[in-house]
């Protein structure tokens, strides 16, 4: 483990200064560029949306390469201060103070208050008109949205194995693909939600949650030495979680288009908008983030060019979430309507990354059968979308639906807790 990157998010004694700091290391991590040919047989297809002016200069491969080195440094702060006072006990006092409006008590610890104060102070280009259209607009593709960001987004991107190492170290594996997507559907749902990123709402109580358990996980594997920072920098840094934001954004837009779905571009730029905001709450720095689908199309194509391509550790991630479909509560006929959605999905895979992309995640070769057969009706439902706002309403109310009653069979009755930091936080005591 490299010193440097014990002391970004090393437990400080009593006394000494909180605010984490991330050197300038001479050289990025050695998986930046790891394998450039690989790397390029990746993003082919991408290619082919972010442009002819998408490589990346000298300049900006050197930024992606010292991104690799940088967290989150408002989360980060928060958790040295917790380390120091004990997480169970510090992990209460964030929950009881993440409930309360804006205007914290006088005596919360300044820790405390600075990262509730500041992750809760929306930027002035936030425009919340547009954070609700954005959100009507994905709850509008209903359960094929859902579908294709776990397939387009989730499963198509374990082939960068750099963004896979923080999950297999903590346990992601073991803990169950089938949970993880419950979890991350949940917060999806109460992030688009009516009311969801409003003053302190669900959205915003969940997403400050899950950024404090990326914060716990980089101190965790920053004293980890089976964590290589040598080779994967520091975990979940900021070029990472610039490509998990991208995922949900571009990946899903680009998803959603080639599978039939009609988007104007007002709608596309409404839903970048959303997710700038998300990755924005979520600690991606500003400067990661885009303004338009276009942007976000180069700033992904360059994000994926530099990762490091699939290993075992794509291949154990893409065999469990193959199999998650087997795992859902479904209320009926669970065995028929797993193994349908087993192949569903399969299919779908096969679509977005193509037959060298099945190899590499140690998938089985499929046809293409879903995306075929629906992009048609597809089509012509979203067509309608825009040519009729009564026929658009009823689609966003029949989509959201569709989308609540996933989670339902993701989850069954298990409380929607996603990540259960609480949990999570006793144990760091340990």
């Given at each position: 483990?490299?010193?440097?990157?014990?002391?970004?998010?090393?437990?400080?004694?009593?006394?000494?200064?909180?605010?984490?700091?991330?050197?300038?290391?001479?050289?990025?991590?050695?998986?930046?560029?790891?394998?450039p040919?690989?790397?390029?047989?990746?993003?082919?297809?991408?290619?082919?949306?972010?442009?002819?002016?998408?490589e990346?200069?000298?300049?900006?491969?050197?930024?992606?390469?010292?991104?690799?080195?940088?967290?989150?440094?408002?989360?980060?702060?928060?958790?040295?201060?917790?380390?120091?006072?004990g997480?169970?006990?510090?992990?209460?006092?964030?929950?009881?103070?993440?409930a309360?409006?804006?205007?914290?008590?006088?005596?919360?610890?300044?820790?405390?208050?600075?990262?509730?104060?500041?992750?809760?102070?929306?930027?002035?280009?936030?425009?919340?008109?547009?954070?609700?259209?954005?959100?009507?607009?994905?709850?509008?593709?209903?359960?094929?949205?859902?579908?294709?960001?776990?397939?387009?987004?989730?499963?198509?991107?374990?082939?960068?194995?750099?963004?896979?190492?923080?999950?297999?170290?903590?346990?992601?594996?073991?803990?169950?693909?089938?949970?993880?997507?419950?979890?991350?559907?949940?917060?999806?749902?109460?992030?688009?939600?009516?009311?969801?990123?409003?003053?302190?709402?669900?959205?915003?109580q969940?997403?400050?949650?899950?950024?404090?358990?990326?914060?716990?996980?980089?101190?965790?594997?920053?004293?980890?030495?089976?964590?290589?920072?040598?080779?994967?920098?520091?975990?979940?840094?900021?070029?990472?979680m610039?490509?998990?934001?991208?995922?949900f954004s571009?990946?899903?837009?680009?998803?959603?288009?080639?599978?039939?779905?009609?988007?104007?571009?007002?709608?596309?730029?409404?839903?970048?908008?959303?997710?700038?905001?998300?990755?924005?709450?979520?600690?991606?720095?500003?400067?990661?983030?885009?303004?338009?689908?276009?942007?976000?199309?180069?700033?992904?194509?360059?994000?994926?060019?530099?990762?490091?391509?699939?290993?075992?550790?794509?291949?154990?991630?893409?065999?469990?979430?193959?199999?998650?479909?087997?795992?859902?509560?479904?209320?009926?006929?669970?065995?028929?309507?797993?193994?349908?959605?087993?192949?569903?999905?399969?299919?779908?895979?096969?679509?977005?990354?193509?037959?060298?992309?099945?190899?590499?995640?140690?998938?089985?070769?499929?046809?293409?059968?879903?995306?075929?057969?629906?992009?048609?009706?597809?089509?012509?439902?979203?067509?309608?979308?825009?040519?009729?706002p009564?026929?658009?309403?009823?689609?966003?109310?029949?989509?959201?639906?569709?989308?609540?009653?996933?989670?339902?069979?993701?989850?069954?009755?298990?409380?929607?807790?996603?990540?259960?930091l609480?949990?999570?936080?006793?144990?760091?005591d340990?």
């Amino acid at each position: 483990m490299a010193p440097s990157v014990d002391a970004v998010v090393g437990g400080a004694p009593a006394g000494a200064a909180l605010d984490p700091v991330y050197p300038v290391h001479p050289l990025p991590p050695s998986r930046h560029g790891q394998s450039p040919a690989r790397s390029r047989q990746m993003v082919a297809r991408l290619r082919w949306f972010a442009g002819r002016h998408a490589e990346p200069d000298a300049g900006q491969w050197a930024q992606m390469g010292q991104a690799l080195w940088l967290g989150d440094p408002l989360a980060d702060h928060l958790m040295v201060w917790m380390r120091q006072q004990g997480m169970g006990k510090a992990w209460k006092q964030f929950e009881a103070l993440l409930a309360t409006p804006q205007a914290l008590p006088s005596d919360t610890p300044e820790p405390l208050a600075r990262y509730l104060r500041e992750a809760r102070r929306w930027p002035a280009w936030v425009e919340p008109d547009r954070l609700a259209r954005g959100a009507a607009v994905l709850h509008g593709t209903g359960l094929h949205g859902m579908m294709v960001l776990r397939d387009a987004g989730l499963m198509a991107g374990y082939q960068a194995a750099g963004l896979n190492k923080p999950l297999i170290h903590t346990g992601a594996l073991a803990k169950g693909a089938q949970r993880r997507i419950a979890e991350t559907t949940a917060w999806w749902l109460a992030c688009t939600a009516p009311g969801g990123l409003a003053d302190n709402g669900p959205g915003v109580q969940m997403t400050l949650r899950v950024r404090l358990m990326h914060a716990l996980v980089r101190h965790q594997l920053a004293h980890d030495a089976d964590w290589d920072a040598n080779t994967w920098g520091l975990a979940i840094n900021q070029h990472d979680m610039q490509a998990t934001y991208l995922g949900f954004s571009v990946v899903q837009l680009i998803a959603l288009k080639s599978t039939g779905t009609w988007l104007s571009r007002q709608d596309s730029e409404d839903v970048m908008h959303l997710w700038r905001a998300i990755g924005w709450l979520m600690g991606v720095d500003e400067a990661l983030l885009v303004s338009s689908e276009q942007e976000g199309r180069v700033a992904l194509y360059r994000n994926l060019l530099s990762q490091a391509p699939a290993d075992d550790s794509s291949v154990a991630l893409a065999r469990a979430l193959m199999d998650e479909p087997l795992q859902r509560r479904y209320a009926d006929w669970p065995k028929l309507r797993g193994w349908l959605n087993k192949h569903r999905h399969l299919s779908l895979v096969q679509w977005f990354v193509g037959a060298r992309g099945m190899r590499a995640l140690g998938l089985p070769l499929t046809l293409p059968w879903y995306p075929v057969l629906t992009a048609a009706p597809k089509a012509a439902s979203s067509v309608l979308a825009a040519l009729s706002p009564v026929w658009r309403a009823n689609r966003v109310v029949r989509g959201l639906a569709e989308q609540q009653a996933y989670l339902k069979v993701l989850m069954g009755d298990v409380p929607a807790c996603p990540h259960q930091l609480g949990r999570v936080a006793g144990q760091a005591d340990a």
